[in-house]
């Protein structure tokens, strides 16, 4: 894997920053990531970086927490801070697929009961679960990158190939709501 020298550009939108200091937030929130999950965003000035919070837990991300990483995972402005492992597993997704704006990672106990299963294809089963798409991708990690933890492109590519479905409606009323709720209290 070579390192990628970072292209000087403009920083990303504050809005972008909000947006995914919320999204750690809401996430952690709704149980949908535990103390290990985190997320991230592509970067809105240069595709070829993303956006995601030093290694801690996600329910108290702040502004100061976000890092940009080139695709490669090197930290662009770390500051000797801990980042997360998986930060490749994000590089190589937004690599291999230029669609993708955002990743969740997270370690759910209410679906990874059902990632282990392999005979047993994971689909969605009611409208909530719709950004399952038409199919899930279920595999054993060591199998597919070995004992690394970074996935190759292809790897990547084949880890979220199905998935179709486009949630920004859905994220931007649910953000609203969070925010609407965070200033009433």
């Known amino acids: 894997m070579s390192a990628s020298r970072p292209n000087p550009v403009a920083p990303p939108d504050a809005a972008l920053i909000d947006d995914l200091v919320y999204a750690n937030r809401i996430l952690f929130d709704q149980g949908i990531v535990d103390a290990f999950g985190h997320v991230s965003v592509r970067h809105d000035k240069d595709p070829n970086k993303f956006l995601l919070a030093r290694n801690m837990a996600p329910g108290t991300v702040t502004r100061d927490d976000i890092i940009e990483f080139s695709l490669d995972g090197v930290p662009i402005d770390?500051?000797?801070r801990a980042v997360y492992l998986e930060r490749f597993i994000?590089?190589?997704i937004y690599r291999s697929r230029q669609d993708v704006h955002a990743i969740v990672h997270s370690h759910s106990?209410?679906?990874l009961p059902f990632s282990v299963?392999?005979?047993v294809p994971l689909r969605p089963l009611c409208h909530m679960s719709g950004f399952l798409g038409k199919e899930t991708p279920v595999f054993e990690i060591r199998e597919v990158a070995g004992e690394a933890t970074y996935l190759s492109e292809k790897e990547a590519d084949a880890?979220?190939?199905n998935i179709e479905t486009?949630?920004?409606r859905p994220w931007a009323l649910w953000k609203?709501?969070?925010q609407d709720?965070?200033?009433r209290r």
């Open 78 to 80: 770390g500051g000797g």
């Open 90 to 92: 994000h590089g190589e």
């Open 109 to 111: 106990p209410t679906v």
């Open 117 to 119: 299963v392999k005979n």
């Open 159 to 161: 880890a979220c190939r």
């Open 166 to 168: 486009q949630i920004e």
């Open 176 to 178: 609203k709501r969070v």
């Open 181 to 183: 709720d965070i200033q």
